[in-house]
DNA sequence: ATCGCCTCCTGCGCGC
DNA sequence: TGCGCGCAGGAGGCGA
């Protein structure tokens, strides 16, 4: 479900929702197989932790406590909402914070998984070692990086975006719309890249992600924030899920073809 | 080392 | 209406 910008936008949510000096009175887990088992004595570590912030790296969402860092991955069903009306299936993990707040996770095909990093060296944590710039770190992320990374790649360009150890946070939605905007096919082969041509899908990958953050995520059925609104960049969409409709730059249909077995949207015209 | 296929899991929409 | 199939925003693991 979420790729770097529906992190992002939640993150921004639970940032509004949790109040300063807010902390984690009690935590329930209903759901200890998650993608990773949720760690031994998990509740435990959390429990009377003050919630200093929210951070994110790549897509791991991060609850800053004062003692060490709560991370949460979303897969791709994953959502945190704040007092939810009535239980649903699904609830995995419930945090009661001491201002009366309830925050609960809920991930129905559980691709998610949480864990604990202790202070103060969780930035080590294996979660985070291969992974490479984030998209809108202009001074890390920049034509010169992607190109370097390219050489001698025969990997499809699109896989290549989604590789996060080339760049982070690009899922199959905006590996698509960046690929489009560049001008370049998705099955073309990394280590074709010129260097203009890295550099302009470094724009465009900066530019859609960007783009997306302001739009609050794309929502393309059960996205939420974490206080229950759809994200609005599905309309600013130009191929992914569109196949068959006319591009709108120059109205040949766009078509669909299976990158290592995802769906990837381009214009024929419009992409090469 | 690199690459692509398979897998985890549930839900939904479609065609028959 | 009901059923089976394919597909869905991620990404680790494995075999070639």
């Not at 007092?83 to 609960?104: A, M």
Request: aromatic share 10%; hydrophobic share 35%.
């Amino acid at each position: 479900m979420p790729e770097l910008p529906e992190v992002e936008t939640v993150r921004r949510g639970l940032a509004e929702l949790v109040a300063p000096n807010d902390f984690i009175k009690t935590v329930r887990v209903h759901r200890r197989d998650l993608r990773f088992p949720v760690p031994f004595r998990f509740e435990q570590s959390l429990a009377g932790q003050k919630i200093v912030g929210f951070r994110r790296r790549a897509k791991y969402l991060l609850w800053e406590l004062d003692r060490g860092v709560f991370l949460s991955h979303l897969g791709m069903t994953g959502t945190w909402r704040r007092n939810p009306s009535n239980s649903k299936l699904h609830d995995h993990l419930e945090l009661q914070l001491g201002s009366g707040d309830r925050f609960v996770y809920n991930d129905p095909r559980r691709f998610g998984f949480v864990d604990y990093l202790e202070k103060p060296d969780w930035e080590d944590s294996k979660w985070f070692r291969h992974l490479g710039p984030e998209p809108i770190d202009r001074s890390r992320f920049t034509g010169d990086h992607l190109y370097q990374r390219s050489r001698g790649k025969s990997t499809s360009l699109k896989a290549f975006l989604m590789d996060q150890r080339n760049v982070v946070g690009v899922g199959n939605i905006y590996a698509s719309e960046a690929l489009f905007l560049a001008g370049l096919r998705p099955t073309r082969k990394a280590g074709r890249l010129t260097k203009a041509q890295a550099l302009s899908l470094v724009e465009e990958v900066h530019a859609v992600i960007q783009k997306a953050i302001e739009a609050g995520g794309t929502t393309l059925k059960d996205f939420r924030q974490a206080g229950g609104e759809t994200g609005y960049f599905q309309q600013q969409l130009h191929v992914y899920g569109r196949e068959g409709e006319a591009c709108g730059v120059c109205a040949v249909a766009i078509e669909n073809v299976t990158i290592t077995g995802r769906s990837s949207f381009f214009c024929p015209n419009c992409q090469s």
